[in-house]
């Protein structure tokens, strides 16, 4: 990853190099962290946040579902991640608020432990390469199964829960695909390994339910709204993996991917990216960067102006 400069660390800005952490700490022991992954673009009117405030609360609303207390409120996290963002100076960057349980006591309990609140943020490119932003990205159906709402809440953009998605991602990658698509326990699709996924058929557009264990993805509203506004019908409804294989044209939706298109699903060809992806890509990717009036409110401008980037 590209090192920036400072990272808030529990109300202060440290040194990229001292925002260290005890061996002891409980989230590294099992998992019990809670995390977000945002993205800043750059704007005709400076560096824009994209629904910083909604994140931020959901980043809230996993704490609570892991019965953490976070120790900052909404207002400070987000002010947080607007503070680390123009002390780094990049007009564009990716932004990682986490909040874990620290150093105190061992034990599956959290009785004991500190909750440490970081903030970072770094430069990100296309999540899934340029070419897949382009032409699409080959994905895999994962063998793993989507942790189940009732073993670890899906709702809760938690760290522990990360492990289905890096056996499915990494299953996927060692046999040569992009990306992991994983299925419930019931057969419906759910999510990807860090996407939510959109098929269109005749013109339609579906999605799976939250009810199939996927993270209520910020882009996945988005995109229904951005979607709808332009006269499109979007369903959110099970699906299969052959309504995957049988789809007009499939794409993926997250902070990271963005809009990335899906041109096959277990080598079944869906082809290149079709018409309303393109379409909804490019009207995705205007808004994230200020273009029109119409989702300006998703933007939260960053008030510390951004410095020129070094010169290379
Ligand atoms: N499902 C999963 C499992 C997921 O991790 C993400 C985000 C989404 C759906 C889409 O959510 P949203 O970003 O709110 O639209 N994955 C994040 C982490 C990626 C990573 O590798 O780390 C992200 O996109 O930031």
């Given amino acids: 990853m590209r090192e920036t400069e ?11 190099a001292d925002a260290k952490i005890h061996v002891g700490a409980h989230g590294l022991h099992y998992g019990t962290g809670v995390f977000e992954g945002i993205r800043c673009y750059e704007t005709q009117k400076g560096s824009a946040v994209f629904r910083l405030t909604d994140h931020v609360k959901r980043l809230e609303a996993s704490a609570r579902l892991l019965y953490m207390d976070l ?4 207002q400070e996290i987000r002010d947080a991640c607007l503070e680390v963002i123009g002390v780094n100076g990049l007009p564009e960057c990716y932004i990682r608020p986490f909040a874990f349980y620290g150093y105190g006591e061992l034990g599956v309990s959290t009785a004991g432990n500190p909750v440490e609140v970081v903030v970072m943020s770094w430069p990100w490119g296309a999540y899934l390469g340029d070419e897949g932003m382009k032409n ?3 994905c895999k159906i994962s063998s793993w199964k989507r942790v189940g709402a009732n073993t670890i809440p899906h709702a809760a953009k938690a760290t522990g829960i990360y492990l289905n998605s890096m056996l499915a991602v990494m299953e996927a990658n060692r046999a040569g695909y992009d990306e992991a698509i994983l299925l419930t326990d019931d057969g419906f699709v759910a999510d990807g390994s860090g996407e ?12 799976p339910p939250l ?3 996927i993270l209520p993805g910020i882009t996945r509203d988005s995109l229904i709204q951005i979607a709808q506004d332009l006269g499109y019908t979007v369903e959110e409804k099970n699906l299969i ?3 995957l294989y ?4 499939i794409f993926m939706t997250g902070t990271a991917a963005e809009v990335t298109p899906i041109r096959s699903v ?6 290149p990216p079709g018409e309303i992806t393109r379409k909804l890509q490019e009207a995705y990717l205007d808004t994230v960067r200020g273009g029109g009036e119409r989702w300006s409110h998703w933007l939260e401008y960053v008030s510390i102006p951004a410095r020129e980037p070094a010169q290379a």
């Avoid at 400072?6 to 990229?16: Q, T």
């Avoid at 939510?196 to 999605?207: E, L, R, S």
């Fill in 6 to 16: 400072k990272i808030w660390m529990n109300g202060e800005l440290v040194d990229w």
């Fill in 71 to 74: 120790p900052y409120t909404v």
């Fill in 136 to 138: 699409g990205i080959r």
């Fill in 196 to 207: 939510n996924v959109f098929v269109v058929k005749d013109g339609k557009i579906a999605t």
């Fill in 211 to 213: 009810s199939t264990s």
């Fill in 241 to 243: 993996r052959t309504d």
């Fill in 246 to 249: 049988l789809a007009d044209e």
């Fill in 266 to 271: 277990d080598d079944q060809e869906v082809g």
